[in-house]
């Protein structure tokens, strides 16, 4: 990137169009519809992959998604058929909550990381997408709460039901909403389980983020894969007092607000979401040095008292 530093919490210079597709996988016989934000800028930063919680959509997470836009970077959301909206029945609590644990299985995360690969190596060769997307030289990857396993997955984390595959060198840069170590007392140790991951990283989470009952995770295990990730520079945990489950789905689906009943309207710390997250792909994705030393010196003095940004 070139040129002095937009606020990243002001929406950027680009217009943004969207575009709907899908891209079918004919080896594994899925489908997978997806959502493309298209910024008019003749060149852009970078190119960010985007996948939503369990009940969610290719419409998922379109408040970080179209900002991140305005700013330069394409985005492509993909919808995961077998954890997405088709898993609902009625807005039940109950059904929905039995809807949800029945899709949160490693079949299913191994699906939406195929999916991720999928996607991937279309990248670059397909024709139905656009030209810009097929130029990507330099990718991100983001999802929110079953999205935010996904891209762990994706970044590194190891898992007994989840053999390592080789990351896609275009791929320089991670980010998580509302992250999670499910089964952390269980397995292999969590410095092993997160210790090779080595891209950048930014966790984004709250004080009130936890899961769908007791049983369930607890906010503070989404810091977890934060604090077993190597101090290599680049990882980034930001928590914000009092932000729940929802905040950080960036539009939350019909499906997720019945299941945590809480507040739909945006949080008042929403400005400062969408400026560490613009600031990190600005960072590690477009390579600013500028924006890097923003986010680790100014952004801090933005927040609350009560929030609080890491950095190692």
């Known amino acids: 990137m070139d040129g002095p530093l937009i606020d990243p919490a002001a929406v950027g210079p680009w217009r943004v169009t969207t575009r709907l597709a899908d891209l079918h996988d004919t080896r594994r016989a899925r489908t997978l519809p997806i959502k493309l934000y ?90 139905s997408l656009p030209d810009a997307v097929n130029a990507a030289s330099a990718i991100g990857l983001a999802g929110h709460s079953f999205g935010a396993v996904t891209v762990q997955l994706m970044a590194g984390e190891r898992r007994p039901t989840q053999p390592p595959h080789p990351l896609d060198p275009r791929v320089r840069a991670v980010l998580a909403f509302s992250p999670s170590a499910r089964q952390a007392d269980t397995g292999p140790s969590l410095d092993h389980r997160f210790g090779q991951i080595h891209l950048p990283f930014l966790s984004i989470t709250g004080s009130r983020d936890d899961g769908m009952g007791l049983s369930d995770i607890t906010a503070a295990n989404r810091e977890v894969p934060y604090r077993h990730m190597p101090a290599d520079g680049g990882k980034y945990l930001l928590v914000f007092a009092g932000g729940n489950h929802l905040d950080f789905a960036g539009e939350a689906s019909d499906a997720e607000g019945a299941m945590f009943r809480i507040r739909r309207e945006p949080a008042a710390f929403r400005p400062h979401i969408l400026a560490a997250s613009t600031a990190f792909w600005h960072a590690h994705l477009a390579g600013d040095a500028a924006a890097r030393h923003w986010l680790t010196d100014d952004f801090p003095a933005r927040l609350r008292p009560d929030d609080r940004f890491e950095h190692k």
């Open 38 to 127: 298209l910024p008019d800028t003749p060149a852009p930063s970078g190119l960010i992959l985007f996948s939503h919680g369990l009940g969610g959509s290719r419409e998922g997470g379109s408040a970080w998604l179209g900002h991140w836009a305005s700013h330069g970077y394409l985005l492509l959301a993909m919808q995961h058929p077998g954890s997405d909206c088709s898993i609902l029945r009625n807005n039940s609590p109950q059904s929905l909550r039995s809807a949800f644990k029945a899709a949160m299985n490693p079949e299913e995360l191994t699906h939406r990381v195929d999916d991720f690969r999928f996607v991937l190596e279309r990248i670059g060769r397909d024709a």
